[in-house]
């Protein structure tokens, strides 16, 4: 099961934010009237003047916790690449930046649009909640915008009737090659991506139109990918952000991390 950590720093902001406001308006006057009162009477007031703990500990986490709050809800949040899915653009084990106003700011945990600051393009490389999985991060390439017709020939794009182009770089193993390594170009704009030599039941699909607020999504694993062929379009409202560099690489918690793949994401 997920954990829904933007709810869980929401409520952590939220009562910590509460409990040192209810201390500011309501107990700390008392223990400045106490510690009056007992400087007054010559007595050391120091006792009279502390802070609860709690409050003490609402104070001190509120500030920290409200500008992780601020910087991963609006403007930049990591995540970590948790399979093969977009390989080789992006590799088990990369940690990535997603910029979170590229398509709007949007509230936390209500996914609701307050501000529209540019929609996806073709290409673009997307974090977003899947209609199957509606609780849980995916990350795929923008292939195909509301209204777009899509069709897929052994895995050759055709996107509103043209060719996506594409150019083989390697065939692996040598001798006896199983999977190839291209670059394919959406929009003037090139990519890696990899399929496998022997046909796939992902290689073709019937022609696809996106749907008015939908996108389509794929990996550029493309035989190795759930992606809108299994699950469907993915809704304006579920997008999460646009993924743009590549800052980490940590194959395996007893592994030294890695930062030669650091860069952006094309």
Do not use: C
């Not at 030599?197 to 990918?225: K, L």
């Amino acid at each position: 099961m997920d954990i829904n950590f933007p709810l869980i720093l929401l409520l952590l902001v939220a009562v910590t934010g509460a409990i040192w406001l209810f201390d500011a308006l309501f107990l700390a006057r008392g223990r400045r009237a106490a510690a009056a009162k007992a400087a007054g009477e010559g007595v050391h007031g120091s006792e009279a003047v502390r802070e609860p703990v709690l409050v003490e500990y609402a104070k001190s986490f509120f500030p920290v916790l409200a500008i992780v709050f601020v910087l991963r809800s609006f403007l930049v949040e990591p995540f970590q690449i948790p399979s093969a899915s977009m390989d080789p653009t992006l590799i088990e084990g990369d940690f990535i930046l997603v910029n979170k106003f590229a398509y709007g700011l949007r509230l936390p945990v209500s996914r609701t649009k307050v501000m529209n600051l540019g929609e996806p393009k073709r290409g673009d490389v997307m974090v977003f909640f899947p209609p199957h999985m509606n609780d849980t991060y995916y990350i795929k390439r923008v292939i195909g915008l509301p209204g777009d017709e899509i069709r897929v020939v052994n895995n050759v794009l055709y996107i509103n009737g043209k060719v996506a182009p594409q150019e083989l770089i390697q065939a692996l193993p040598p001798g006896n090659p199983q999977k190839e390594f291209l670059w394919e170009e959406i929009d003037g704009k090139r990519h890696l991506m990899a399929k496998r030599v022997t046909p796939s039941r992902y290689g073709n699909t019937r022609t696809i139109v996106v749907p008015e607020g939908h996108y389509f999504m794929m990996g550029d694993n493309r035989d190795n990918s759930l992606d809108s062929r299994e699950w469907g379009f993915v809704p304006e409202k579920d997008i999460v952000g646009k993924a743009f560099a590549i800052w980490m690489h940590w194959d395996k918690l007893l592994s030294l991390p890695s930062f030669e793949r650091v860069g952006g994401i094309e």
